[in-house]
């Protein structure tokens, strides 16, 4: 019975590793969630206390703290939006790129496929650095538009809403062709003839055709913008300004600046809440994959 | 044929807005003037900078070290996880499995940075180690949200070719681990590699976890060019940008080639 050994032994490492390294540090997340902030190090009191008896020393006060003020729940609202606008550009931009790829001959097809997928292997933060190059006062997409004669002054294209808006969608946008492209790769361009043969117009195959058999492309797609997009904090830092502030930047100054460690906890925990619901989808698709190798 | 002009177009623009950020980094890396915005001239001046550059060349060489160790352990696990999921039927609690080996791949990189720091704490607490935060932890934050990278990549090349191969091999007389290292194994051998170099430049490029779980002495390339370019511009960054993309997206067609090699 030598395969069982093996079968265990495959099965049970990664489980072990990622039990330890994974799973138990996000119960420590909930456990200091629920933790009485105090003055000290570390900044929380136990859960447990055993010196007179036995008790349990919970507090949702972190919670109540978080949902009591609209700094907070502001910050959440603006990365919920902000998620949703970048996942909405992604989708406008990566659509018809993913089907032009998809309906390409063989040769062109690949070639494409790595063009796209290419710049997403340099790194993540220089690409980010690159646009506030880009939209610096004095930068290269002010020159253009003054010697265009659209504006005479340079605009105040950095630190705001909409440069982070444009980070995000050029950084995440591979991440939305990719899974489109697989779905729309697999179904058979006979059917989009078919359509038109059938008297159908463009507008309406892209309607009754096309856009539906994309439906699981585009969910992948969008998860994978939008549930890393809600805690995305470099980009924000880079480009954005006073004018709102995310979740990702809450969390941080949370835990590094005002050192309120179960603040901050309450705060990952309830993202990992408001996520699970898109997390739970993504699995469900990623199992899928596993089982068909759609992507 | 208007159809086709429209096609062109399009990909032309979705390439353009693609490459345009990186073309225009790499162009200003060559300008002579400090002041990176406003050009002087055509100079290598920032590359020399770069190379005396002892704290970004320190920052550079922990940044390879952990990105190598925590890509080679990744791609062990993930090569199991991989394996697991496709070929081995009976995995206690294997909603549990899947949750552990998927979620890492979208879950924001602050709350996994967050639980990972917290768990550091947590543990010195406890029983002493890690005494202190350093390259240990952030190599072991690095695995641990590689693995998924690596396992989907895997996943997807044992799904695709047929299981028949290893029972014919099974017939054959080769026993379990015989059939594991002398057929699975090279038919799977380019995606070990893909997933690999995956998770190499994964950690490599890596700032909110590393963050998170550095220490003293452990500051990777990431932290330093932050920190750099955080509040505005730094000129020795962009000769370091154009040097780290161009060998980056060498390391993306390397792996296309082997992503791909097998592929019907």
Request: aromatic share 16%; proline share 4%.
């Amino acid at each position: 019975m030598k395969n069982k050994f093996f079968e265990k032994y495959f099965v049970f490492t990664p489980y072990f590793w990622l039990v330890l390294f994974f799973f138990i540090p996000l119960a420590i997340i909930f456990k200091i969630s629920i933790s009485v902030s105090e003055w000290g190090m570390p900044p929380y009191q136990d859960i447990f206390l055993f010196d007179n008896g036995f008790k349990i020393n919970t507090t949702f006060e972190n919670y109540i703290y978080i949902f009591s003020d609209f700094y907070y729940i502001g910050s959440f609202i603006n990365s919920l939006i902000l998620a949703l606008t970048s996942t909405f550009f992604c989708l406008l931009i990566g659509f018809p790129l993913a089907f032009y790829i998809a309906t390409s001959n063989i040769r062109l097809r690949n070639i494409l496929l790595v063009l796209v997928v290419i710049p997403f292997w340099s790194s993540f933060l220089l690409r980010v650095y690159a646009w506030k190059i880009i939209l610096q006062n004095n930068g290269i997409l002010n020159v253009i538009l003054i010697n265009l004669g659209i504006t005479s002054e340079p605009l105040q294209l950095l630190y705001n809403q909409y440069a982070v808006i444009m980070g995000i969608v050029y950084t995440y946008l591979p991440l939305m062709i990719l899974p489109l492209y697989g779905y729309l790769n697999k179904f058979n361009l006979n059917l989009i003839e078919a359509s038109k043969d059938l008297g159908l117009n463009r507008f309406r195959t892209f309607f009754k055709v096309i856009f539906p058999l994309s439906i699981p492309g585009i969910i992948a797609g969008s998860l994978l913008v939008f549930i890393p997009v809600v805690g995305e904090f470099i980009i924000p830092e880079m480009l954005g300004g006073s004018d709102r502030l995310y979740y990702g930047k809450i969390l941080w100054e949370e835990f590094f600046v005002n050192r309120n460690w179960p603040g901050a906890s309450a705060l990952a925990f309830t993202g990992i809440i408001i996520l699970v619901l898109p997390i739970i989808i993504f699995q469900i698709i990623y199992s899928r994959w596993s089982e068909k190798n759609e992507i | 044929m208007k159809s086709n002009i429209i096609k062109s177009i399009i990909v032309f623009l979705g390439l353009f807005f693609l490459y345009f950020p990186i073309l225009v980094l790499i162009f200003y890396s060559f300008n002579e003037n400090k002041r990176v915005m406003v050009w002087k001239g055509f100079s290598l001046r920032w590359y020399n900078e770069l190379f005396k550059n002892e704290q970004i060349i320190e920052a550079f060489i922990i940044s390879i070290k952990i990105a190598a160790l925590s890509a080679t352990f990744a791609t062990i696990l993930g090569v199991m996880i991989g394996y697991s999921l496709v070929r081995i039927s009976k995995i206690p609690f294997k909603s549990l499995y899947i949750f552990l080996s998927s979620t890492p791949l979208v879950l924001p990189e602050l709350i996994l940075g967050l639980s990972m720091l917290l768990f550091f704490i947590s543990l010195n607490n406890l029983v002493g180690i890690p005494s202190s935060r350093g390259q240990l932890t952030i190599f072991i934050s690095h695995v641990t949200f590689c693995i998924a990278f690596v396992a989907i990549i895997i996943q997807a090349r044992l799904t695709d070719f047929n299981k028949n191969i290893e029972e014919a091999a099974m017939d054959l007389g080769y026993n379990y681990s015989e059939v594991l290292y002398k057929i699975t194994l090279p038919i799977i051998l380019p995606s070990i590699i893909a997933g690999w170099l995956l998770a190499f430049t994964i950690s490599l490029d890596d700032l909110v976890v590393a963050s998170f779980t550095t220490g003293p002495g452990a500051n990777t390339l990431p932290i330093v060019v932050f920190s750099k370019v955080r509040l505005g511009l730094s000129p020795e960054v962009n000769a370091l940008s154009a040097i780290l993309m161009l060998a980056l997206l060498i390391i993306g067609i390397i792996y296309f080639y082997f992503n791909k090699k097998f592929k019907h």
